[in-house]
């Protein structure tokens, strides 16, 4: 007889994922596949993309306790109406309700990389530990943050949204309308621009820039590419000492695509911290690759119902 688990549930802009996760926040199963996400499309589609995803699972939904989501921001949280900057279709679109309409369960949302954070504290690379910042580097940055060994949300959900700290103060212009983001910077595709109006790559195509192209550039030695994983690094490690400091954290778990760069990101990453931290209490903070991999996202999404009283402080919110 199979064992009753959570449905979770991962929604990015390029990919959507749902997984069956057992109360140990061992992933029993997952599927995988792209968003449709058509340019100009109707939100429908992405949701009837997701429902067949979920059928495609081998565990019948009559074993699903609950269902937790992470989706991309904004969002109003948490009723969990979604306004994801990658699924243009999705306006106040109202994904718990739907969810909640469709599989008769308690739905939980939170923002995705919020969901990160939480598997790394519980699961991961922050597990033991009660004060870790969680982050995402790849097509923008984010965070959620643990202390206490506790989710803090803040006002509006979004705490710890370090993607958004200001990191330089004349530039670059940020798509949130700010000066000198850290998401503007060290993203991805942020990240690929200013290396291309570098030099870098030359008469190539968009699609033969990404920040995947990037990190496989400066690994052959191309000195644009070099200067532009220095940069990034250099930018991720004045955010987090700034975040450690104001946080007294003892882990930072960084995943994501661009992570995946290993020495190249994290050593110019560690310089530029151990530079920007001057406190005693601070300097034991270590930052460390997540641990999960491609299955924090639904890790941390099942954790939302899962571990309530760790990681859901919104039930009179509900």
């Known amino acids: 007889m199979q064992q009753r688990a959570v449905l979770a549930i991962d929604i990015g802009g390029t990919k959507l994922a749902a997984g069956v996760v057992d109360e140990e926040g061992r992933v029993l199963e997952y599927r995988r596949a792209p968003n449709p996400n058509p340019p100009g499309g109707e ?9 067949a995803l979920v059928d495609e699972l081998d565990t019948d939904r009559s074993y699903f306790t609950g269902v937790g989501v992470g989706c991309g921001g904004p969002m109003n949280w948490p009723s969990g109406e979604v306004s994801p900057l990658n699924i243009p279709s999705w306006r106040d679109f109202p994904l718990r309700a739907r969810l909640t309409e469709e599989f008769g369960l308690p739905v939980r949302v939170h923002n995705d990389a919020i969901c990160v954070a939480v598997a790394e504290h519980w699961r991961g690379a922050g597990m033991g530990v009660d004060n870790v910042l969680g982050m995402v580097v790849s097509t923008g940055v984010g965070g959620g943050l643990i202390l206490g060994g506790r989710l803090i949300d803040g006002a509006t959900g979004n705490a710890g949204h370090i993607g ?5 103060e004349f530039e670059p212009q940020c798509r949130c309308g700010a000066i000198g983001c850290l998401e503007a910077i060290a993203s991805g595709p942020n990240l690929s621009a200013w290396a291309h109006g570098q030099g870098w790559r030359a008469g190539h195509s968009p699609e033969q820039r990404t920040g995947q192209d990037l990190v496989e550039d400066a690994r052959r030695g191309d000195p644009i590419a070099l200067t532009a994983m220095r940069r990034a690094g250099r930018a991720l490690g004045i955010g987090i000492a700034t975040a450690t400091t104001l946080c007294d954290l003892q882990v930072v778990a960084i995943g994501g695509g661009l992570s995946q760069a290993g ?3 994290f050593d110019p990453l560690e310089a530029s911290l151990r530079e920007r931290i001057g406190l005693e209490y601070a300097r034991a903070v270590r930052v460390v690759p997540a641990g999960l991999g491609q299955e924090s996202g639904l890790v941390g999404a099942a954790a939302l119902i899962l571990r309530p009283e760790r990681y859901w402080s919104a039930d009179d919110k509900d």
């Open 164 to 168: 958004h700290a200001i990191v330089h």
């Open 43 to 51: 939100g429908e589609s992405v949701l009837r993309a997701l429902f």
């Open 263 to 265: 020495p190249l990101l």
